[in-house]
Each structure stands twice: as structure tokens, then as C-alpha cells.
């Protein structure tokens, strides 16, 4: 292919600008965590001495651990359940395809585009309701259910594209439904799972509307809606608030990087099929 | 599925006796197909259970509140259509809509529009070791949660922040303000926060989907004397459009939805200049306690969500 030198140039220049955008937020956050707890540190400018403290004091502040321990009892309420009952629909819907397949998949598809405040009001007062308010059960239940028509598609649309003949097979030697779907295809629905797994930890660790408007103990929300609440009471102390923010964080930022690619692959296929 | 069903007759036809009826043997399959068709309708149950708990009944009830007069807390009041009335007459809902849509420009044509620019240019070297570093380094937008970009802005916006140490580094000190702060900036100013957001995904999409096209095209185009702007709008942009419907649905709700980078960042302030409907459902319905108001304000922003992302789909998916 052709290739202009004067090409190449503006491309690489227009993609470091790209980059340097993206990052410099976070080094901004970094660099401003380090001046001075209580003071207010303009732009760039470089604290005299860095206060490595600062992330001390946030990590009490926040009572990090608490937080931590509380996403992650969130997060295995509610992915696993949602990655199975998703791969059960999926399986249905997209493989077996019982009469009616195409109504109750349309029914999940009219959930696609839904803001979840359209329905926070009414969450509200059914988890009030039935006594769960601030407790984590009132994330943990509805968000499954607010992830199911993505879900539910995404495990669909896998199944669709199996081959037919590779059940016929599995039939004709005498498995029954369950044998066919937890012998052979599950095993070949890895990919999708784990694509599907990174995608509704990644939200439900994000998570904000309902942890704010269900939860109102900081140490019993996601870390997003902990993060807000950090922010609501740390908000004047630039130093520490940003120090927490980091902290908050860091935990994503590590899982990303060790499986940024499966990430990346996942990220990318979600927005697609989404 | 009539495949199979053939299939299957044909295969059992040597395995049957050869006294079997043709008759019974229709009715056995036709019994195993019903029992098939129950389990599979079975798995569908908890998926369906969930979904109707959380989202369908929810969804109802927001209808059905949005027909009463209701604090939460005493009894509720039947009043029609009313607070439909009052929303087209309050400033406060109208302006929030316009705020939403506003925000459309830059959660979502910006971000498309800059990463097709960019996407385009870097098309070339789309496998070299920059730009597959350059993954890493864009996606982070996307992994952190919006709360969080919402708090390093407000720190760059901020009066003494990054972004006007910048404008008084280039002589540009009599612009700067407190962008998050002032009326006439603030919804720009968060603006660039889900732009910022965004803009990663958006040029990896629009990248992905430039390397998948034929590099033959491009050759023939060169031959014929195209220039870089005659390929982009003859090959490139044709060539990515599911990409560019994807890439601008899903910012576009972004922008419609928006609550977690606003709430935030401004609250709603100053003077409602960034209020959005997703924040002034929560306002309505949780602080000044008129949940049937909010309510019907949650109908109305579902039909504006539908209204604008359903032709978009079909515009984009049409071939």
C-alpha cells in the first residue's frame, strides 16, 4: 500500500495527542494527591514534598476496607447468578427455540435501551417495601434483573450461531436437554462467558444510580456510589479527595491491566452487539 | 427446525421396529417435541422472573404512578393527566430536555466526529506497536467509573485547575473562569467530560471497523487520482456506517441518560443550567417527595430515549 511519510507523521502526532488527553487527567489526580493535605494545589505545580500520607489518611477515611469487602460481596451476588441465568435463556431462546421463542426475546430487547432512572422510583419503594432498603440485596437484585436483556441477547446470539448438527449429534447418542447443554455447550461458550463476566463486573463495580438512591451506608455500595459519597464528604480537602479517588480507583485499574485484552475484546463487542 | 424434524424421522425409521405404527410413531415425537419445548421454556423462567421483577413491573408501576398525586408516604390521589400538564408548563423540566439534547453534541457528535478524523488517519498503521500500545491508554476512560472522571474534571475545570493554568500559560488568562461554575460554560464544561469519556472508544470502534475494509479499494482509488479527502468520503466513511450507528446509539444515551458525570460535577447547577432529566427524576422523587411528577417526567424521557435512538437504529442497520 501506499503510505505518504507526511501521513504517517500526522497520524502518530494526532494519535500521542489523542493519548496524552486521555492520561493526563489521571496524572493530574496523582500529582495533586501528593501536595499538601488541606491545601489547594494549582494546575501542574509539583508539592515541595510529597505526601505519600495522603493515602493513608484517605484509606482510613474512606474505610477502604470495608469498601472493598462490600463491592465484592455485590459482585458475587450478582454476576455469577446473572451469567447463569442469562446462559439458561440464551441457551432456550437462541438453540431450542420452544414455541413463542421470538415473543419473550423481543419482550427482553424492549429493555435494551431503558436509563435506569426511568424505573428508580418505583425500585425505591418496592425495596422499601419488602425491607430491603440499605441493605445490599437492594443492588444485588435488581441490577440482575436490569442486566438481563443485554445479557440474555448477548448469550443468545451466541447460541444461535452453534451448529445444529452438534446437538443432533449429542441426541441421536441418547443426551437428554441438560446433557447436551452442560456437556456440550457450555464448555463452548467460554469466550462469550467471560466476555459477559468482564462486562457486568465492570458496570456493577461502577455502579452509581442505585447504590445512591438505595444505600445510603457508603460501606454497603459499590465502589462508584461509595466513591460519591467520599466525595460529598471530603469534597473541600482537594489533597485527600483525590488521593481516595485514586485509591477507589486502583482496584479496576489492576484487573484491567492484567486482562486488558480480554477487556478491550469485550468492550468492543458489547458496544457492537449493544 | 423442520430440518431436524425430518432429520430425526428419517434416522429412527431404521432404528424402530418394524411393527411399529407410522402413526404412533408421529405421536411419540411429537410428545418428546412438546416435553422439549416445556423444558426449554423452563430455562427461560428465572432470566424472564428477574427481568419481570425488576424491569417490567417497575416500568408499569411508573406509569401507573404518574396518573397520582403522591409524597411517598400518606395516601395517593387520582389526578389524571395532571402532572403531564405541569411538566410542559415548568422551565425547569422543559429546560432540562433541552439540556439533554444539547449535551448530544458533545457526548456524541464530538467524540464520532473526532474519532473518525482520527480513526482515518491512523488507518494506515492501524497493527504498528503505537497503536496497539494506544489500546491500553484509551480504553482507561471506559473502565473507570463516570463518578470518578467526574471528579478529576471538576479539578481541571476548577478556578485554579489544569485547564486555565494552560490558558494563562498561552497568554489566554483573560478567558479563564470557573468553567463548571458559570452559567454560560457549565453544560460545555460537562460536555467535555463525556467527550472525554467517549472519545476513546469511538476511534477504536471506527478503527476496527476501517481495518476490516478491502485495502484494494484504496489502491484503486489512488490509481484513479483520489485524494486523502475524496477516499475518505468515497471508501471510508461508506464503509464504517454500522460502526458510526453503533458508535453514535450508544452516545447518544449516554447524553440522554446522563446523571452519574452531572451529579457529580455541578448537580444540576448553577441555576439548572445542567440539569437533565435523569437527575431531575432523582431530584423530584427523592427530595421534593413528588413521586407521581417524577414519574410521569420518567414516561416522558423513556419516549424521548425511544424517539431518538429507534430511527438511528434503523437508519444504520438498513443496508
Same mark, same amino acid.
Given at each position: 500500500?501506499?503510505?505518504?511519510?507526511?501521513?504517517?507523521?500526522?497520524?502518530?502526532?494526532?494519535?500521542?495527542?489523542?493519548?496524552?488527553?486521555?492520561?493526563? =487527567?489521571?496524572?493530574?489526580?496523582?500529582?495533586?494527591?501528593?501536595?499538601?493535605?488541606?491545601?489547594?494545589?494549582?494546575?501542574?505545580?509539583? =508539592?515541595?514534598?510529597?505526601?505519600?500520607?495522603? *493515602?493513608?489518611?484517605?484509606?482510613?477515611?474512606?474505610?477502604?476496607?470495608?469498601?472493598?469487602?462490600?463491592?465484592?460481596?455485590?459482585?458475587?451476588?450478582?454476576? +455469577?447468578?446473572?451469567?447463569?441465568?442469562?446462559?439458561?435463556?440464551?441457551?432456550?431462546?437462541?438453540?431450542?427455540? =420452544?414455541?413463542?421463542?421470538?415473543?419473550?426475546?423481543?419482550?427482553?430487547?424492549?429493555?435494551?435501551?431503558?436509563?435506569?432512572?426511568?424505573?428508580?422510583?418505583?425500585?425505591?419503594?418496592?425495596?422499601?417495601?419488602?425491607?430491603?432498603?440499605?441493605?445490599?440485596?437492594?443492588?444485588?437484585? +435488581?441490577?440482575?434483573?436490569?442486566?438481563?436483556?443485554?445479557?440474555?441477547?448477548?448469550?443468545?446470539?451466541?447460541?444461535?450461531?452453534? =451448529?445444529?448438527?452438534?446437538?443432533?449429534?449429542?441426541?441421536? %447418542?441418547?443426551?437428554?436437554?441438560?446433557?447436551?447443554?452442560?456437556?456440550?455447550?457450555? +464448555?463452548?461458550?467460554?469466550?462469550?462467558?467471560?466476555?459477559?463476566?468482564?462486562?457486568?463486573?465492570?458496570?456493577?463495580?461502577?455502579?452509581?444510580?442505585?447504590?445512591?438512591?438505595?444505600? %445510603?451506608? +457508603?460501606?454497603?455500595?459499590?465502589?462508584?456510589?461509595?466513591?460519591?459519597?467520599?466525595?460529598?464528604?471530603?469534597?473541600?480537602?482537594?489533597?485527600?479527595?483525590?488521593?481516595?479517588?485514586?485509591?477507589?480507583?486502583?482496584?479496576?485499574?489492576?484487573?484491567?491491566?492484567? *486482562?486488558?485484552?480480554? *477487556?478491550?475484546?469485550?468492550?468492543?463487542?458489547?458496544?457492537?452487539?449493544? | 427446525?423442520?430440518?431436524?424434524?425430518?432429520?430425526?424421522?428419517?434416522?429412527?425409521?431404521?432404528?424402530?421396529?418394524?411393527?411399529?405404527?407410522?402413526?404412533?410413531?408421529?405421536?411419540?415425537?411429537?410428545?418428546?417435541?412438546?416435553?422439549?419445548?416445556? /423444558?426449554?421454556?423452563?430455562?427461560?423462567?428465572?432470566?424472564?422472573?428477574?427481568?419481570?421483577?425488576?424491569?417490567?413491573?417497575?416500568?408499569?408501576?411508573?406509569?401507573?404512578?404518574?396518573?397520582?398525586?403522591?409524597?411517598?408516604?400518606?395516601?395517593?390521589?387520582?389526578?389524571?393527566?395532571?402532572?403531564?400538564?405541569?411538566?410542559?408548563?415548568?422551565?425547569?423540566?422543559?429546560?432540562?430536555?433541552?439540556?439533554?439534547?444539547?449535551?448530544?453534541?458533545?457526548?456524541?457528535?464530538?467524540?464520532?466526529?473526532?474519532? !473518525?478524523?482520527?480513526?482515518?488517519?491512523?488507518?494506515?498503521?492501524?497493527?504498528?506497536?503505537?497503536?496497539?500500545?494506544?489500546? #491500553?491508554?484509551?480504553?482507561?476512560?471506559?473502565?473507570?467509573? !463516570?463518578?470518578?472522571?467526574?471528579?478529576?474534571?471538576?479539578?481541571?475545570?476548577?478556578?485554579?485547575?489544569?485547564?486555565?493554568?494552560?490558558?494563562?500559560?498561552?497568554?489566554?488568562?483573560?478567558?479563564?473562569?470557573?468553567?463548571?461554575?458559570?452559567?454560560?460554560?457549565?453544560?460545555?464544561?460537562? &460536555?467535555?467530560?463525556?467527550?472525554?469519556?467517549?472519545?476513546?472508544?469511538?476511534?477504536?470502534?471506527?478503527?476496527?471497523?476501517?481495518?476490516?475494509?478491502?485495502?484494494?479499494?484504496?489502491?484503486?482509488?489512488?490509481?484513479? &487520482?483520489?485524494?486523502?479527502?475524496?477516499?475518505?468520503?468515497?471508501? #471510508?466513511?461508506?464503509?464504517?456506517?454500522?460502526?458510526?450507528? /453503533?458508535?453514535? #446509539?450508544?452516545?447518544?444515551?449516554?447524553?440522554?441518560?446522563?446523571?452519574?458525570?452531572?451529579?457529580?460535577?455541578?448537580?444540576?447547577?448553577?441555576?439548572?443550567?445542567?440539569?437533565?432529566?435523569?437527575?431531575?427524576?432523582?431530584?423530584?422523587?427523592?427530595?421534593?417527595?413528588?413521586?407521581?411528577?417524577?414519574?410521569?417526567?420518567?414516561?416522558?424521557?423513556?419516549?424521548?430515549?425511544?424517539?431518538?435512538?429507534?430511527?438511528?437504529?434503523?437508519?444504520?442497520?438498513?443496508?
Amino acid at each position: 500500500m501506499i503510505v505518504s511519510r507526511r501521513e504517517t507523521w500526522l497520524g502518530r502526532v494526532l494519535l500521542i495527542i489523542l493519548m496524552v488527553v486521555t492520561i493526563v =487527567p489521571f496524572i493530574s489526580l496523582f500529582i495533586t494527591a501528593l501536595h499538601k493535605p488541606g491545601t489547594y494545589p494549582s494546575g501542574l505545580s509539583l =508539592p515541595e514534598t510529597p505526601y505519600w500520607s495522603n *493515602f493513608v489518611d484517605a484509606f482510613t477515611a474512606a474505610d477502604m476496607g470495608a469498601l472493598l469487602w462490600s463491592s465484592a460481596l455485590i459482585e458475587v451476588g450478582v454476576v +455469577p447468578v446473572a451469567l447463569l441465568i442469562a446462559t439458561l435463556a440464551g441457551f432456550s431462546l437462541g438453540h431450542l427455540r =420452544p414455541p413463542g421463542h421470538r415473543a419473550i426475546f423481543l419482550a427482553f430487547v424492549i429493555g435494551l435501551t431503558l436509563p435506569f432512572q426511568a424505573v428508580i422510583v418505583p425500585l425505591y419503594y418496592q425495596m422499601r417495601d419488602v425491607g430491603l432498603l440499605n441493605t445490599r440485596w437492594a443492588i444485588i437484585l +435488581p441490577l440482575i434483573g436490569l442486566y438481563m436483556p443485554f445479557a440474555v441477547m448477548w448469550m443468545r446470539a451466541h447460541f444461535v450461531n452453534m =451448529p445444529e448438527d452438534l446437538s443432533e449429534a449429542a441426541r441421536i %447418542d441418547g443426551a437428554n436437554t441438560w446433557k447436551l447443554f452442560a456437556r456440550i455447550h457450555l +464448555p463452548l461458550s467460554t469466550p462469550a462467558l467471560s466476555s459477559l463476566g468482564i462486562l457486568l463486573f465492570l458496570w456493577t463495580w461502577n455502579q452509581f444510580l442505585l447504590a445512591v438512591v438505595l444505600v %445510603d451506608d +457508603p460501606t454497603k455500595r459499590t465502589m462508584a456510589g461509595a466513591l460519591g459519597a467520599f466525595q460529598g464528604q471530603w469534597g473541600t480537602d482537594i489533597p485527600l479527595l483525590c488521593a481516595g479517588s485514586l485509591l477507589i480507583l486502583t482496584p479496576t485499574l489492576l484487573v484491567f491491566l492484567a *486482562f486488558q485484552r480480554q *477487556f478491550v475484546s469485550a468492550l468492543m463487542q458489547g458496544a457492537l452487539k449493544g | 427446525m423442520q430440518m431436524r424434524t425430518t432429520d430425526t424421522t428419517g434416522r429412527r425409521e431404521v432404528a424402530a421396529p418394524a411393527s411399529t405404527s407410522h402413526e404412533a410413531r408421529r405421536r411419540a415425537l411429537r410428545a418428546r417435541r412438546l416435553r422439549r419445548g416445556w /423444558v426449554a421454556l423452563g430455562l427461560v423462567v428465572p432470566a424472564a422472573a428477574f427481568y419481570a421483577a425488576f424491569v417490567l413491573r417497575p416500568l408499569a408501576l411508573t406509569v401507573q404512578y404518574s396518573f397520582y398525586k403522591w409524597n411517598g408516604v400518606t395516601a395517593s390521589t387520582f389526578v389524571g393527566l395532571d402532572n403531564y400538564r405541569r411538566l410542559t408548563q415548568s422551565s425547569e423540566t422543559l429546560g432540562s430536555i433541552g439540556n439533554a439534547l444539547q449535551l448530544i453534541i458533545y457526548f456524541s457528535f464530538v467524540p464520532v466526529l473526532l474519532g !473518525l478524523l482520527t480513526a482515518a488517519t491512523i488507518r494506515k498503521f492501524a497493527t504498528s506497536r503505537l497503536a496497539l500500545a494506544s489500546r #491500553t491508554v484509551l480504553f482507561l476512560p471506559q473502565v473507570i467509573p !463516570l463518578v470518578a472522571a467526574g471528579i478529576m474534571w471538576t479539578w481541571l475545570l476548577a478556578s485554579d485547575g489544569l485547564v486555565n493554568e494552560l490558558l494563562r500559560g498561552i497568554g489566554l488568562g483573560g478567558v479563564t473562569r470557573a468553567w463548571l461554575g458559570d452559567t454560560s460554560t457549565a453544560l460545555p464544561a460537562v &460536555g467535555v467530560i463525556g467527550a472525554w469519556v467517549a472519545l476513546g472508544l469511538c476511534m477504536l470502534l471506527l478503527l476496527a471497523g476501517m481495518t476490516k475494509i478491502d485495502p484494494s479499494l484504496y489502491e484503486a482509488a489512488r490509481i484513479d &487520482g483520489a485524494g486523502a479527502v475524496r477516499e475518505f468520503f468515497a471508501i #471510508t466513511l461508506p464503509s464504517v456506517r454500522q460502526e458510526i450507528g /453503533v458508535c453514535v #446509539t450508544v452516545t447518544i444515551i449516554a447524553a440522554l441518560a446522563a446523571f452519574d458525570i452531572v451529579y457529580i460535577s455541578t448537580q444540576g447547577g448553577p441555576a439548572n443550567s445542567t440539569l437533565v432529566p435523569g437527575l431531575e427524576i432523582y431530584y423530584l422523587g427523592f427530595f421534593s417527595r413528588q413521586v407521581g411528577q417524577a414519574s410521569a417526567l420518567a414516561v416522558v424521557f423513556m419516549a424521548l430515549v425511544l424517539a431518538v435512538v429507534l430511527p438511528i437504529q434503523r437508519l444504520t442497520r438498513e443496508d
